[in-house]
């Protein structure tokens, strides 16, 4: 399994070496509409041929945000145009089910601009928050502003650690055993940051509802 899995890493290594920032801007806008390509698999790679010389480090993220972006606008027009009741009625075609999309729906009524702002930086939300946006019909430039900041934190997040991974030493993509363990021992960088999202966002909550009981 981990042999199959470090062959499957090399091939999306070489794709990304092929395609360059294009190929970044492709990927997280298919990761940031109803496509669920993991941001986790894109941003790492680039970054560590950034270090070797083949891109720029912001470079890389700024493809990342702009793909970002540009997925996320698609979707919200789509939902906005087309409405709530075709998200809910073919979204489980596109494993949205209809509990999700009301889910997200109040999660965007609640928290506004900066729940979009947040919802970038949480696994799975992240692709589907565009849809209840469109679909409640936000203002645009907000949600893109807020889209752009909350991409461009998280694909920089995401190709810093994949420099301090992998992008200062090449020799791993040749071990397997030694890749993992490696992926393994750094993993805390990525913890922490999580954290501090997390933080940020119950702080938030706890300024807003403080806000709210003074009015």
Known sequence: MQAHFHELLKVWFHFVETWGYWGVFLLMALESSIVPIPS??????????????RMSFWGVVLAGTAGSWFGSIVSYWVSRLL??????????YFFISEEKVKALEGWVAEYGVAGIFFARLLPVVRHLISIPAGVLKMAVVPFSAATTAGAFLWCAVLSWFGMKVIGDAPQLLDSPAELAHVLKAKMHLVVIAVVLFAA????????????AKKL
């Open 40 to 53: 986790e698999i894109v941003m790492p790679p680039a970054a560590y041929w950034a270090a070797q010389g």
């Open 200 to 211: 940020a966002y119950a702080a938030m909550v706890w300024l807003r509802k403080r806000s």
């Open 83 to 92: 409405g709530e009741p075709f998200v809910r009625r073919y979204g489980k």
